[in-house]
């Protein structure tokens, strides 16, 4: 059978992917203490590049003082370029494209993962989930100059690595979702104030990435930009506020916009009246703009074909792609029957699956991921907000 997702897809910039299917970022936790890369997360890459149009490696820190969780990837330093290339080579396998995750956790981090070091965030407010949050402190003025900097130097070591471009994670309550944030962000200067105010911090990051594009790259690069639709605190992200800030999007110079949420049918979480999915009103704001990747428990091809139906431009899929690898050759070959949609606690090793991952996915992501040996139903995520959208507890 053929499906629309195997259609080729190119981007303004001359970028195109062999077919419209992108395995999203998905946490190894298995990096070096140091953020470098070890052979472990080269593995688990190669093992599932060569059939999907592109991956979205795992997220990067900017700053050593931007890890969130440990076993986590830096490209911080010109000493990551090297490991860092060698997982761009992994990625890249028979022509998939490999774009790499940027951010700063900002406040979802805390003083054992940064060595005694206190978070920090847009404002001292403590984060709602997880419960045991603590308390940032408020960037200066300077500080916040110096990120904006680390952001286009990050990017620079992409392009220096290999990586066909970079992903700004602005999604999953990170410190670039903690600048647009009622909930964290309560700045009185340039940073803070009105909803137009508090796009300041993504916009400025956005300039720096693309003039580290512009003055280092010597190929077609992607810039992209992750979002979440709507926070769920009080004050929080509205999908109003979502639409705006996907206005301002839709005028940057990102080359693509990426949606985090749980399931690709999300309709809005705070507006029980509102059935229409998330998908459509984003395509709808967007107006061919930018192209759209549409995300959330896409497992089977007509999952995957109907995220392209409600206008999404490309189909993310995570968790599937780390239960079964082959995904997309399974498609093309019309083995269909034989794809994973569970996941078998005895065959992790075997699918390359690092031991660190592992153990979070047996912890944090039990109950979705599909473990043959879990009896439970599985949540749609339809209506409420899923564990990967920042309320899990790394590790």
Do not use: C
């Not at 953020?35 to 080269?42: C, F, L, P, Q, Y």
């Not at 900097?149 to 990050?154: L, N």
Request: glycine residues 8%; negative net charge; without cysteine.
């Amino acid at each position: 059978m053929t499906y629309n997702f195997q259609q080729d897809f190119s981007f303004k910039n001359g970028i195109t992917l062999k077919n419209r299917v992108i395995m999203s970022p998905t946490t190894t936790m298995s990096s070096f203490y140091d953020g470098h890369v070890t052979n472990d997360e080269i593995d688990f890459y190669g093992a599932r590049a060569g059939g999907v149009g592109m991956i979205i490696g795992e997220v990067a820190n900017v700053i050593a003082g931007g890890k969130g969780f440990e076993g986590e990837l830096s490209i911080a330093d010109d000493t990551d370029i090297e490991g860092l290339s060698r997982l761009a080579n992994a990625m890249k396998r028979n022509g998939t494209k490999a774009v790499l995750q940027i951010f700063h956790a900002g406040r979802k981090s805390n003083d054992s993962i940064l060595r005694g070091t206190q978070p920090v965030s847009a404002s001292a407010v403590k984060a709602a989930f997880p419960a045991d949050s603590q308390t940032p402190r408020e960037m200066t003025a300077a500080e916040i100059d110096e990120l904006i900097v680390a952001f286009g130097e990050a990017t620079r070591r992409a392009i220096a690595a290999g990586f066909d471009g970079v992903e700004l994670h602005g999604a999953n309550t990170y410190l670039l979702q903690q600048f647009f944030s009622p909930n964290s962000n309560r700045r009185t200067d340039k940073w803070g104030g009105n909803r137009d105010d508090r796009m300041a911090f993504a916009k400025a990051v956005i300039t720096s990435a693309h003039e580290a594009i512009t003055q280092y790259a010597d190929r077609p690069f992607l810039l992209g930009y992750r979002i979440s639709p709507e926070e769920i605190e009080t004050p929080g992200i509205r999908l109003a506020d979502s639409l705006a800030f996907l206005d301002m999007l839709g005028d940057s110079d990102v080359d693509y916009v990426h949606m985090s949420m749980g399931s690709a049918q999300r309709t809005s979480l705070n507006d029980k009246s509102d059935h229409e999915p998330l998908i459509k009103k984003f395509v709808a704001q967007l107006a061919g703009r930018k192209p759209l990747i549409g995300v959330g428990s896409v497992e089977t091809p007509a999952d995957a074909d109907a995220v392209l139906a409600m206008g999404a431009d490309l189909v993310a899929m995570g968790r599937e792609m780390i239960r079964e690898p082959q995904w997309m050759e399974k498609v093309l070959d019309g083995d269909e029957a034989s794809i994973r949609y569970q996941l078998s606690p005895s065959e992790m090793t075997e699918l390359k699956i690092p031991v660190a991952m592992q153990y979070y996915l047996k912890g944090a992501f039990y109950s979705v991921m599909h473990f043959t040996t879990d009896p439970a139903v599985a949540a749609d995520y339809q209506n409420e907000a899923a564990p990967m959208e920042g309320f899990e507890k790394k590790m």
